[in-house]
Every structure is written in C-alpha cells, then in structure tokens.
C-alpha cells in the first residue's frame, strides 16, 4: 500500500520512468484497481485536465517498467468505441461525472465516481458519456499500453473494424495524430464517418423492426422525398428530412415535434443506405438525445432482409 502511494504522487508529477520492462513485474487487475483509486484521490493531477469538443482529451501521466496512468475527459456524447487492450489488463475509476460500459450480451453498467473496474487482457468494452455533463477518469494498464484494436457490434457479435489496421493505434499515437489533423483541418470523410460510428450501438434492420414494435423506438427516414418515391418507403416510419432533423428533434426547439419531449427519446435514423444517417444520429447524441442510432444498411438494407416496405410511387 505504500509502494502504491509513492507511485501515485510520482505519477501526479507526470514522472515517466524508463526500465527493462522484460524484469518488471506485471500488476494484477485488483491491483491496478487500488492504484487508479488511490490516484484519483490524490492532489496536483486535475489541473492538467483539458477538455475537448472534437474528441475526448487523454494524456499518459505515469509510465513505469509495470504499468502506466492515463487521465481522460469526455464531453457529453463522447465514447471510446468498441476496443480491447492488447495484452494489457487494466482498471478505470471515474472521478467525476458518470459514464457507462457497453459489452455485447451484457447489461449496460452505470459507473458513478469512486467505484473502480477492472478487467484483464482480451477485455473488449464501449465506454461512454451518455449524461449532460463532463466526465474524468483514471485508467491504468499493465503492462504499458502498447496496442488497442477496434471492432464493431454485429448483433452481438464483435468484429474487427473494417479498414482498420491490425495493431491501431496507442492513445499518445492517436492524440499526435489528432493534433496534427486539428492543425491542418486534414479528417477525411471516412474519418468523420469512422468517428461517428464509434459513438453508435448500430442496429441491423431485423434489430430496428423489433425495436420500433416492441419498445416504443421511432424509426426516422431522413431521405428526400423524391428518394422515397423511388425506392419505397417503410410503413409506420416518421419521415424528417436530414436539412431540419435537429431542430425537430431539439426538445429546446421551437419547432419541434410534438413527441419531441426530452432526451430519453430512443430514435433510429435511416436513410437509404446508412452512411448519412450515422452522421445524423451522432448529430442527436450531441442535442442530448444520447439513445439516438442509426440502421446498418439503411432502407436499401431492410428492404432485402424481407421486412415489410411501402412500394415506391414513381418507378421513374
């Protein structure tokens, strides 16, 4: 225990230790649960804390031969995707604010302050800032985080994201890179699009239908009309035209729709083949309405899955 406070007042001086990392040796979760505990209630880290629109913020602030720190800020809508750590166990404590974990198959967890979680290598979770308000937590790893892969939710199925390399990115690699891209104004479409798709628990166009009738979700089409004339359209489905989605949806907006009440309203954004509509529910997440998602494969998709469609009224 005292090992664990020295190390946590070298960490909140950003020490960065450089050793043989083959003779150190490797902590266990419960272990790295104690540390980023005893760190979070410990003085002089907080304020090196920025927080960022674009992304969340994260900075490396202890990197010793068994483990390393991480303090991270999420702006409300901000999450990490589906990842794993390599070989790495890990543990994360928030200190302030509330996030949420993801992982398929399981119950969503709620993760209030002062609570820490822990977990080992081949741990693969979504984590997230649903509420209103920013988030900080401290994460620790061990050994030292050297990779994190990627992945997107089939069903509840998780697969390698596509496109993405096999070893992605560290975060210090990532937070270099960002940095960069701010500088120049460089994100590709893919990039905003990948970006988006990270924040998103995307539903398969069976999902959806089951979804609409069995939960109360709406299913949104955003396309234009003349689109829906062509393809068809889904019986049921509200249709709002990606130009005025927000302000329809905007529970601030004075011209929104009447069952546009609060941010707890579950919407599922379609449009004809699901590129657009990830933009636009990741548009809702940051009006607030943070159960906001799209459909994999958008109209196109659900009309080739046999579901039930409004035949179009101008095969021109």
């Given at each position: 225990m005292a090992a664990d406070k020295r190390l946590a007042r070298e960490a909140s001086t950003t020490l960065i230790a450089e050793k043989d990392l083959s003779d150190a040796l490797l902590r266990t979760p419960e272990?790295?649960?104690?540390?980023?505990?005893?760190?979070?209630?410990?003085?002089?880290?907080?304020?090196?804390?920025?927080?960022?629109?674009?992304?969340?913020?994260?900075?490396?602030?202890?990197?010793?031969?068994?483990?390393?720190?991480?303090?991270?800020?999420?702006?409300?809508?901000?999450?990490?995707?589906?990842?794993?750590?390599?070989?790495?166990?890990?543990?994360?404590?928030?200190?302030?604010?509330i996030l949420e974990e993801?992982?398929?198959?399981?119950?969503?967890?709620?993760?209030?302050?002062?609570?820490?979680?822990?977990?080992g290598p081949d741990y693969a979770h979504d984590v997230r800032n649903v509420s209103l308000a920013p988030a900080i937590s401290?994460?620790?790893?061990?050994?030292?985080?050297?990779?994190?892969?990627?992945?997107?939710?089939?069903?509840?199925e998780l697969v390698p994201r596509e496109g993405a390399s096999e070893k992605a990115e560290t975060p210090d690699q990532g937070w270099s890179v960002q940095r960069r891209q701010l500088r120049t104004g460089a994100l590709s479409i893919e990039q905003l699009l990948s970006a988006a798709r990270a924040r998103l628990r995307r539903l398969s166009p069976e999902e959806a239908y089951e979804a609409a009738a069995t939960t109360g979700a709406i299913l949104v089409d955003i396309r234009p009309e003349s689109q829906r004339a062509m393809e068809g359209s889904i019986a049921g489905a509200l249709v709002v035209e990606r130009n005025v989605l927000e302000w329809r949806f905007d529970p601030a907006s004075s011209t929104r729709l009447p069952i546009a009440t609060d941010h707890d309203l579950r919407v599922i954004v379609?449009?004809?083949?699901?590129?657009?509509?990830?933009?636009?529910?990741?548009?809702?997440?940051?009006?607030?309405?943070?159960?906001?998602?799209?459909?994999?494969g958008g109209f196109q998709a659900w009309r080739a899955s046999g579901l039930p469609t409004v035949p179009p009224s101008n095969a021109s």
């Open positions: 272990e790295l649960a104690n540390i980023v505990s005893l760190f979070a209630s410990s003085d002089g880290w907080l304020d090196k804390v920025r927080l960022r629109a674009d992304g969340r913020w994260y900075e490396r602030l202890y990197h010793g031969p068994d483990y390393d720190l991480w303090v991270i800020s999420w702006l409300p809508g901000q999450s990490t995707g589906f990842h794993d750590h390599g070989a790495s166990s890990g543990a994360f404590v928030v200190a302030t604010g993801h992982r398929p198959d399981e119950r969503t967890r709620v993760i209030h302050p002062g609570k820490a979680c822990a977990f401290i994460h620790a790893y061990s050994p030292p985080l050297s990779e994190m892969n990627e992945y997107e939710l089939d069903g509840s379609f449009c004809s083949e699901g590129y657009t509509s990830s933009l636009a529910a990741t548009a809702l997440q940051d009006l607030g309405l943070w159960r906001s998602t799209d459909m994999v």
